[in-house]
C-alpha cells in the first residue's frame, strides 16, 4: 500500500477493488452503506485511487450498467445494495447476468451483529431487526456464480481477489458478497493481502485432433453451416467467424437474439432472414453452433436426420438448463472465437483460399443471404409507422461506428434483418429474458465508450420495465448520455402473441387482442425524458421520424439524453 495506511476495513475495500481493475463502483446507498460512503470521501481527499462512485437511484439499474459496460471491456464492475431489500430490486438483471455470462460483481449490506451501545457499526435501528433474514443470499443464489459473507477484516484481501477471478473467469457471471457495517468498520487487517496471482484462465481451445475432424468435414460438406448467437462479443470472434465464412463457403446465421455483430449484415453468407435461416437448418449436411444456446426451435424446424452437428461452447452440457437436449454428434468444450479461428488455420493448412469455390457457394450467395432486405411492402392505411420504417430511418441517421443496443423484444427480427451493422463491438443487448436491460445497459456501453455516439432500441414495455426516470437519472449522473428509440405499439405485444399462438380460433384471436396486454393510458414518454432533463419527442408520422432522430443524436453530442418516441403500427 506504499504510503497509504486504511484506518477502517471500509477503506481498504474501496482500495482493493481499484488494485484488482474495479473502475466504477454504481451505488445504491442505505443504512449499512455509510462506512463506504465516508471511506470514499476520506481517501480521495488524501488521493488515493478508488473506484468511481457513481449514484444510481435503483439496483437493477445499477447492475443492467455494469452489465453494459462488462460487454465493453470484459471487466468486471462492482453494485453495492441495501441488505436484502436491495439485493431483492436486482431482480431480472440478475438473470440476465447469469444468462449472458456477465462478469459482475454485487456487494450487498448484511444486518450488523453488535448490539452495544459501545459497538462501531452496531444496531441503532429498528429496521436492523425487519432486514435480518435467515438466508439473504438464497435470493441470488441459483444466479449468482459465487457467494460469500465477509465476517472479518482478515478475510477481505481473499474475498475480493476471489470475486474478480470468478467474475470474470471460466464462464464468467455474477459474484455476490456480503458484509455488515459494523464489519466495514472494524480496524483492517494489519497486512495489506496480495493484489496479484488471482489469474483469470485463457479461452479453451479445442485439441488439434477434435479441429482436424471439423476442418475435413467443413472441405467435405456441400452446404455447411454456422448458427451463432455471441462469438462476435469480441472482435477476434468476428474475424474468425467472418474468416471460415470466406474460406470454407459457410452460411451464418446470426442469430436475432445475440446482442451483438458476429458477421457483418453486408456479408454475402449472412443469412439474414428467419425464412432464409429456417431453410438453412434444414438444407445443411454439417451444422456448427457456436455460443448458441438456442440455435434453432424444434416446434419450427429441425435440421435432417443425415446432418452432423457439431457444437462449440465453453460448457457444452449446458447443465443449469435442465431440459437442453438439442442433438448434438461432436460436444466440444472451448471458447468459440477460438476454436473457429484454430478450423480456420487448419482450413488454410490445407490448401483453402478465399478465393476457391466450393460446392454450394454460387447458390448460397445468390439466394438471398446477405443481400439487403426486399423493398418495403405497400404501406399501411391510416399512414401508421411500421417497425422496419423505424430501423430503415436508423440506418439513414446512424454511422458505422455508432453503437447499437437492442431489446426491441418482438421488433428485435426485424431489426436484425434490416438494421445495417457492418463492423465488430457495435452491437449490444443481454439477449436473455429479464426486461428492463436496454435502457441501463446503454448507458454502460456508452460509459464503457467514451466519445461514442450510444442507441438504445427498446420496446415501449421494456422502456417502462427499465425503471426510465432512474435510468436517465444514471446517464446524467455518470455523463454517459444515450438515445433511447421507443418502438411503441401501445402494449405487451411479447405477451399477446402467445395467447393467438395457443388459441388460433379463439376470441381473443378474433378480436386481434389479449386480456393484460395494452395500455389504457400509458405515460407520455416524450415528457418522462423532459421531466429527467433528457430531450424528448413523440413521432407518429414518417415524414417526421428521420429529422427527429437527428435531433436526438445532436441532444447526444451536446451532452443530453434524449428519449423519441416512435408510435408503430398496432398488431
Known amino acids: 500500500m506504499d504510503d497509504f495506511r486504511p484506518a477502517t476495513t471500509a477503506e481498504h475495500l474501496l482500495w482493493l477493488l481499484a488494485q484488482h481493475g474495479v473502475e466504477h463502483l454504481f451505488l445504491n446507498p442505505g443504512t449499512d452503506s455509510a462506512p463506504l460512503q465516508e471511506a470514499a470521501a476520506t481517501l480521495e481527499k488524501a488521493g488515493v485511487t478508488i473506484p468511481g462512485i457513481v449514484t444510481c437511484s435503483f439496483e437493477s439499474v445499477a447492475l443492467a450498467a455494469a452489465h453494459g459496460y462488462w460487454q465493453v471491456t470484459r471487466r468486471p464492475q462492482c453494485v453495492f445494495v441495501h441488505v436484502d431489500v436491495g439485493t431483492q430490486n436486482l431482480g431480472a438483471m440478475m438473470h440476465n447476468a447469469l444468462r ?188 456448427l453452433v457456436a455460443d448458441a444456446d438456442v440455435p434453432w426451435i424444434p416446434k419450427v424446424t429441425r435440421p435432417r436426420d443425415d446432418a452432423t452437428i457439431v457444437h462449440i461452447d465453453a460448457d457444452p452440457l449446458k447443465t443449469d438448463m435442465p431440459l437442453w437436449t438439442f442433438p448434438v454428434d461432436l460436444a466440444v468444450t472451448a471458447d468459440g472465437a477460438t476454436a473457429l479461428d484454430q478450423i480456420a488455420v487448419r482450413l488454410e493448412e490445407l490448401g483453402l483460399t478465399p478465393a476457391d469455390d466450393r460446392p454450394g457457394l454460387a447458390a448460397d450467395a445468390s439466394s438471398g443471404a446477405g443481400a439487403p432486405p426486399p423493398s418495403a411492402a405497400p404501406r399501411p392505411a391510416g399512414g401508421h409507422i411500421t417497425v422496419e420504417e423505424v430501423f430503415t430511418a436508423l440506418n439513414e441517421v446512424l454511422v458505422p461506428q455508432d453503437l447499437v443496443v437492442e431489446e426491441a423484444v418482438t421488433s428485435a427480427g426485424a431489426l436484425h434483418e434490416t438494421l445495417h451493422r457492418t463492423l465488430p463491438g457495435t452491437m449490444y443487448g443481454a439477449g436473455t429474458p429479464g426486461l428492463g436491460w436496454g435502457l441501463a445497459g446503454a448507458v454502460g456501453v456508452r460509459m464503457a465508450s467514451p466519445g461514442s455516439r450510444v442507441v438504445t432500441v427498446v420496446g415501449d414495455g421494456s422502456f417502462m420495465f427499465g425503471v426510465p426516470t432512474a435510468a436517465l437519472c444514471l446517464a446524467a449522473e455518470a455523463n454517459a448520455p444515450i438515445m433511447a428509440v421507443v418502438v411503441n405499439n401501445n402494449g405487451y405485444r411479447a405477451s399477446r402473441l402467445p395467447v393467438f399462438e395457443l388459441f388460433p380460433e379463439g376470441l381473443s384471436a378474433a378480436r386481434g387482442d389479449a386480456e393484460g396486454t395494452r395500455f389504457a393510458a400509458p405515460p407520455d414518454f416524450a415528457a418522462v425524458a423532459r421531466a429527467c432533463h433528457a430531450h424528448g419527442e413523440t413521432v407518429t408520422a414518417l415524414a417526421e421520424l428521420v429529422p427527429a432522430l437527428r435531433r436526438g443524436l445532436q441532444s447526444v453530442e451536446s451532452g443530453r439524453s434524449a428519449v423519441i418516441d416512435v408510435r408503430v403500427l398496432p398488431d
Not at 134 to 151: H, L, N, S
Not at 209 to 225: K, Q
Not at 265 to 283: I, K, Q
Open 100 to 287: 449472458d455470462r456477465a462478469g459482475v460483481i454485487v456487494i450487498a449490506g448484511k444486518t450488523p451483529y453488535g448490539e452495544e451501545p459501545d459497538a462501531p457499526g452496531g444496531r441503532s435501528t429498528p429496521i436492523h431487526w425487519l432486514q435480518d433474514v435467515p438466508d439473504q443470499a438464497g435470493t441470488v443464489r441459483a444466479y449468482a456464480k459465487w457467494v460469500t459473507e465477509i465476517t472479518r477484516p482478515q478475510m477481505l484481501a481473499r474475498a475480493i481477489g476471489r470475486a474478480v477471478q470468478v467474475a470474470a473467469g471460466g464462464l464468467p457471471g455474477p459474484a455476490y458478497l456480503m458484509v455488515s457495517r459494523d464489519v466495514l468498520m472494524d480496524p483492517p487487517a494489519r497486512e495489506p493481502g496480495r493484489t496479484t496471482g488471482y489469474a483469470v484462465p485463457r479461452p479453451p481451445a479445442a485439441d488439434a485432433e477434435t479441429v482436424r475432424w471439423i476442418a475435413e468435414r467443413l472441405v467435405a460438406a456441400e452446404r455447411p453451416l454456422l448458427i451463432t448467437a455471441k462469438t462476435g462479443r469480441r472482435p477476434d470472434g468476428f474475424r474468425a467467424v467472418t474468416r471460415l465464412a470466406d474460406l470454407a463457403g459457410v452460411r451464418v446465421v446470426d442469430l436475432a437474439e445475440s446482442g451483438c455483430v458476429n458477421i457483418s449484415t453486408s456479408h454475402p453468407m449472412n443469412v439474414l432472414s428467419a425464412a432464409d435461416a429456417r431453410r438453412a437448418v434444414e438444407e445443411a449436411d454439417l451444422i
